[in-house]
């Protein structure tokens, strides 16, 4: 009885009570005390003082912006990230493995360098920027550069999370949609998208996230021009930092991080009954 309680009691993997003591600490110091500081500095403020500086119209455009473009943005990588994962996954051509590496450029390339090339590639005398200008399409400077920005470096979330679900895949469940009478177009929209919602919902949870709190491909190429409202949330908390007023940015950022944790909780409430939904099928 003695033995069995004491095999109960050790663990295959030693060291646990170590190893959860270093990961408590590293959260704490990465995640919980900067968190906790931000409250800090927010509580600083009066009532009156945090809704004096939240309603203010270049505030309040700045979210608006942050918050849109990133939508669209978001939405826009989910429709080109699940074609360009379905190219890199279902068909082998010459340089398959070149574009796929391409895919994570933005994950490794300085952010501040890919707004300077974005905003020099658009503007009205870039490679891209000119012809598009001489049609009456203005990129850099406008709303429409943000999105280009923002599509540029959530691109890479979409792709990598929807990637290893069509790897996974199985080809019997397509085989026999067709062996049903069923046409390429509903073979997909009724057997292969429900298995790619999931893995969709998250990476468009990740790249809107990572686009509402860009900083460095998005400052250059927007303008940051308040009478255009291309101005963002990130611009306007250096804004305020450079002025010293650590407790206006604590609270602008306070507000932007409740933001982001409510749009993150509601896309994985969304995901994990979607997978519920769908393993239950």
Same mark, same amino acid.
């Given at each position: 009885?003695?033995?069995?309680?004491?095999?109960?009691?050790?663990?295959?993997?030693?060291?646990?009570?170590?190893?959860?003591?270093?990961?408590?600490?590293?959260?704490?110091?990465?995640?919980?005390?900067?968190?906790?500081?931000?409250?800090?500095?927010?509580?600083?403020?009066?009532?009156?003082?945090?809704?004096?500086?939240?309603?203010?119209?270049?505030?309040?455009?700045?979210?608006?912006?942050?918050?849109?473009?990133?939508?669209?943005?978001?939405?826009?990588?989910?429709?080109?990230?699940?074609?360009?994962?379905?190219?890199?996954?279902?068909?082998?051509?010459?340089?398959?493995? @070149? +574009?796929?590496? %391409?895919?994570?450029?933005?994950?490794?390339?300085? =952010?501040?360098? /890919?707004?300077?090339? #974005?905003?020099?590639?658009?503007?009205?005398?870039?490679?891209?920027?000119?012809?598009?200008?001489?049609?009456?399409?203005?990129?850099?400077?406008?709303?429409?550069?943000?999105?280009?920005?923002?599509?540029?470096?959530?691109?890479?979330?979409?792709?990598?999370?929807?990637?290893?679900?069509?790897?996974?895949?199985?080809?019997?469940?397509?085989?026999?949609?067709?062996?049903?009478?069923?046409?390429?177009?509903?073979?997909?929209?009724?057997?292969?998208?429900?298995?790619?919602?999931?893995?969709?919902?998250?990476?468009?949870?990740?790249?809107?996230?990572?686009?509402?709190?860009?900083?460095?491909?998005?400052?250059?190429?927007?303008?940051?021009?308040?009478?255009?409202?291309?101005?963002?949330?990130?611009?306007? @908390? +250096?804004?305020? %930092?450079?002025?010293?007023?650590?407790?206006?940015? =604590?609270?602008? /950022?306070?507000?932007? #991080?409740?933001?982001?944790?409510?749009?993150?909780?509601?896309?994985?409430?969304?995901?994990?009954?979607?997978?519920?939904?769908?393993?239950?099928?």
């Amino acid at each position: 009885m003695d033995s069995d309680k004491k095999s109960r009691g050790k663990r295959v993997v030693p060291g646990f009570g170590l190893t959860l003591g270093i990961t408590i600490s590293m959260l704490s110091i990465i995640i919980l005390i900067p968190l906790a500081s931000v409250l800090g500095y927010s509580f600083q403020l009066k009532p009156g003082e945090f809704f004096d500086i939240m309603t203010d119209s270049t505030v309040l455009w700045a979210f608006f912006t942050s918050i849109v473009m990133a939508l669209i943005a978001a939405v826009i990588n989910v429709i080109f990230g699940t074609i360009l994962a379905w190219v890199l996954v279902r068909y082998d051509f010459p340089g398959r493995r @070149i +574009m796929d590496g %391409l895919i994570e450029i933005p994950f490794t390339l300085p =952010t501040a360098v /890919a707004g300077i090339t #974005l905003s020099k590639m658009y503007s009205t005398t870039g490679e891209i920027g000119g012809p598009l200008s001489a049609l009456g399409i203005k990129v850099s400077y406008t709303h429409l550069g943000l999105i280009v920005a923002l599509v540029f470096i959530g691109l890479p979330f979409v792709v990598r999370a929807i990637q290893p679900v069509l790897e996974k895949f199985d080809y019997q469940y397509e085989e026999a949609a067709y062996t049903l009478g069923a046409n390429p177009r509903t073979t997909f929209f009724k057997v292969i998208l429900p298995e790619l919602r999931p893995a969709m919902i998250t990476g468009f949870g990740l790249a809107l996230a990572r686009g509402i709190g860009e900083y460095g491909s998005v400052i250059y190429i927007s303008g940051n021009s308040a009478k255009e409202h291309t101005q963002v949330v990130s611009y306007i @908390i +250096m804004q305020k %930092l450079e002025r010293l007023d650590y407790a206006g940015a =604590t609270s602008i /950022a306070l507000v932007m #991080l409740l933001i982001s944790f409510v749009l993150l909780l509601v896309i994985n409430i969304v995901q994990i009954r979607q997978s519920r939904r769908t393993n239950n099928v």
